[in-house]
């Protein structure tokens, strides 16, 4: 069935927080977590904070999540915020030159990151 996903390019809208409360995964560094076997097998995975006040998180804190529980760095991480980019519901015109903006800030976030003293 993820081969199918897959290659049809289902995106699936993930929530770490609310896996944690609503299904049997009690820990995100599990490696059998749903989220991270659906990214190892290069689903197209977007990440989404649910109901934040209902499971006290915010849409940052769900990418720090998952970058800390999964071991994700600044490119898986990337792959994942466009990948919801492009998984909206915009005009194409819109959607292109949001996905060249967003890209090209996130690479300058993480060149300036990199470039930060330890």
């Not at 720090?64 to 194409?92: H, Q, T, V």
Request: proline share 6%.
């Amino acid at each position: 069935m993820m081969e199918q996903c897959r290659e049809m390019g289902i995106v699936f809208t993930c929530c770490p927080s609310t896996t944690l409360a609503t299904t049997v995964w009690r820990d995100l560094s599990a490696p059998d977590h749903a989220i991270r076997r659906m990214i190892e097998a290069g689903l197209t995975v977007t990440i989404h904070s649910d109901d934040p006040p209902m499971f006290a998180t915010t849409l940052d804190r769900e990418y720090a999540l998952i970058a800390e529980n999964f071991a994700l760095g600044p490119p898986a991480l990337k792959r994942i915020a466009l990948a919801g980019l492009s998984a909206a519901w915009l005009d194409d015109d819109i959607k292109q030159a949001w996905l060249a903006d967003w890209s090209a800030e996130i690479d300058r976030l993480m060149e300036t990151e990199l470039s930060l003293p330890n």
